[in-house]
């Protein structure tokens, strides 16, 4: 049966672990938060769409590891108190600072393309009802001419 010390010790390994696996999950996150701008700024919806999904399974992978960190810290009292205040730590903070702002910078251009979209539409529904008015206009005017001629 193990010790105390071991316990802890594997306890302590074992967030260090999850910590470092979540850092390098959001750093995978912040790249296709980078690439989600991009594709953002360049219209290319298709890449928009393929990024959006593999965010989702990163974002599921990072909420299990929050929960087995959130358990562990629990568990573990003080000790875990220390690890997450750790190089590590800080920078998972730091990843989630930066995806937060290229997020942001991707809703405020999806928001321009929206607006963009929707005064598009406009226009061309403006176009298609002249166009159709012309064209009943012009039915009824070419009936109008002379048989005789």
Do not use: W
Request: with cysteine; charged share 30%; glycine share 4%.
């Amino acid at each position: 049966m193990p010790n105390l010390h071991q316990v802890i010790t594997q306890e302590s390994n074992t967030l260090i672990d999850l910590l470092v696996a979540q850092c390098s999950d959001l750093q995978k996150l912040l790249s296709l938060a980078r690439r989600e701008t991009v594709a953002v700024q360049e219209n290319d919806f298709d890449e928009l769409l393929s990024i959006t999904s593999e965010r989702t399974k990163l974002g599921n992978r990072l909420e299990s590891y929050h929960r087995q960190i959130a358990e562990l810290r629990d568990a573990m009292g003080e000790t875990g108190e220390r690890i997450i205040e750790s190089n590590v730590a800080r920078e998972a903070v730091k990843l989630v600072t930066e995806i937060q702002t290229s997020d942001a910078a991707s809703k405020t251009a999806l928001t321009l393309a929206r607006t963009q979209t929707g005064e598009s539409l406009s226009r061309l529904e403006r176009g298609h009802r002249s166009s159709a008015a012309y064209l009943q206009d012009g039915k009824r005017n070419s009936l109008n001419y002379d048989q005789r001629l």
